[in-house]
C-alpha cells in the first residue's frame, strides 16, 4: 500500500514541475525554465574552467576593498536552450558594488552546454554562489 502511493506521489510530482512548461500568451509560445532536467547544463570545460573563469573576470569594487566587505553573493540566471545565459538577478546579496559585479562577470560568461529533459534541450533555472574575500 506505501509503495502505491508513493508512485502516485512520484507521478504528481513528475506531472507538476519536471518538465519544461508552455504558456501561450497572445499566440506566442513562452517556455518556462525548469528546476530539474534530466541532464544539467554545464559550462564548457567543466567546473574547473568556470572557477578560473570567475576567478580571471571577477574585479573587486574599491568601495567594497575599502570598507573590507566580503561575503558570497548567489546569483540566478537561466540558461536557455541554445545555452546562453539570460535572466541573471541575484537571490541573496552581499553588499552593492559586489552584487552588480557578481552579475556583471555572469552575464558575459560563455555559452554553456544546455540541459537536456528527454534527450530535447531546454531552459534551465541556475543558481551560483560567488564568494568575494580579501
Do not use: H
Not at 28 to 45: F, Q
Not at 119 to 129: A, I, N, R, T
Amino acid at each position: 500500500m506505501r509503495f502505491k502511493i508513493l508512485v502516485v506521489f512520484a507521478l504528481l510530482l513528475v506531472c507538476l514541475g519536471v518538465k519544461a512548461q508552455r504558456t501561450v500568451e497572445n499566440d506566442t509560445v513562452y517556455e518556462k525554465a525548469t528546476n530539474i532536467p534530466d541532464v544539467m547544463p554545464s559550462y564548457p570545460g567543466g567546473s574547473q574552467v568556470l572557477l578560473k573563469y570567475l576567478q580571471t573576470q571577477i574585479r573587486y569594487p574599491s568601495d567594497a576593498r575599502k570598507m573590507k566587505v566580503e561575503g558570497r553573493v548567489v546569483v540566478s540566471f537561466v540558461v536557455d536552450k541554445d545555452g546562453w545565459v539570460t535572466n541573471v538577478s541575484v537571490l541573496k546579496g552581499v553588499f552593492p558594488s559586489l552584487d552588480r559585479e557578481a552579475v556583471r562577470v555572469v552575464s558575459g560568461m560563455a555559452r554553456w552546454n544546455p540541459g537536456m529533459q528527454n534527450g530535447k534541450p531546454v531552459k534551465v533555472k541556475y543558481s551560483l554562489p560567488i564568494s568575494f574575500r580579501l
